[in-house]
């Protein structure tokens, strides 16, 4: 079984490869970037595979009750957005309210983040980048918001995306036992 940290890694490429999409699509236009119909399939069909990547998760790696509601929680409202967002690409849902299933997904995982990290932010890095990563879902949740009322409003949108890229920097920074600043304390012990 791998280490946690790779697992973050391997979530953090999901977060940057459908970030950096979005934020393609804010630079350019949904204009623009649709008229490659595959495009406009990348971020929610992402959003859907890393929730369901996330049951496997919620399964093996998990020690704890709730751990185990934490990342069920994130894997179905990350399914329920990623599954809400293709059906509205595809044209099977005509009403743009469903895309508030993404400001729904991003307070559930940022709050199920801050609740299953029961340690301070400064114990570890690992700490850190929960909190870290919990508080900008909660208040990147704002954007995917404004941007269903105001959807071609350029700030709402890169803001959305960069919320996902941000992310994926934080996540990149994940170590199962190590100080956020420097070496290793005499009561930290790598799993190395």
């Known amino acids: 079984m791998p280490p946690a940290e790779h697992v973050h890694w391997l979530f953090a490429t ?4 459908g ?11 949904p204009e623009v970037w649709r008229r490659r119909r595959w495009r406009a399939y990348i971020w929610p069909a992402t959003i859907f595979a890393l929730g369901l990547l996330m049951w496997p998760v919620m399964v093996f790696f998990t020690n704890s009750a709730i751990h185990m509601l934490a990342h069920g929680s994130w894997a179905q409202v990350m399914m329920l957005a990623g599954g809400a967002h293709l059906a509205l690409v595809h044209g099977k ?4 309210w469903w ?3 993404m400001p729904l997904a991003l307070v559930v995982s940022g709050a199920a983040f801050l609740i299953h990290e029961q340690n301070g932010w400064l114990f570890a890095r690992s700490a850190f980048v929960h909190h870290v990563c919990g508080w900008t879902l909660i208040i990147g ?3 995917p918001l404004a941007k269903t ?6 700030p709402f949108n890169a803001g959305y995306a960069l919320t996902f890229v941000v992310i994926a920097i934080v996540l990149y920074t994940a170590r ?6 420097g ?9 190395r």
């Open 149 to 154: 009322i105001r959807p071609r409003y350029v």
């Open 176 to 181: 199962d036992a190590a100080p956020i600043f």
């Open 19 to 29: 970030g950096l999409g979005l934020l393609a699509e804010a630079i350019v236009g």
């Open 14 to 17: 999901g977060f940057l490869i």
């Open 141 to 143: 949740a704002a954007f």
């Open 183 to 191: 070496h290793l304390g005499p009561g930290l012990v790598p799993h």
């Open 99 to 101: 895309e508030l299933t």
């Open 93 to 96: 849902l005509k009403s743009r």
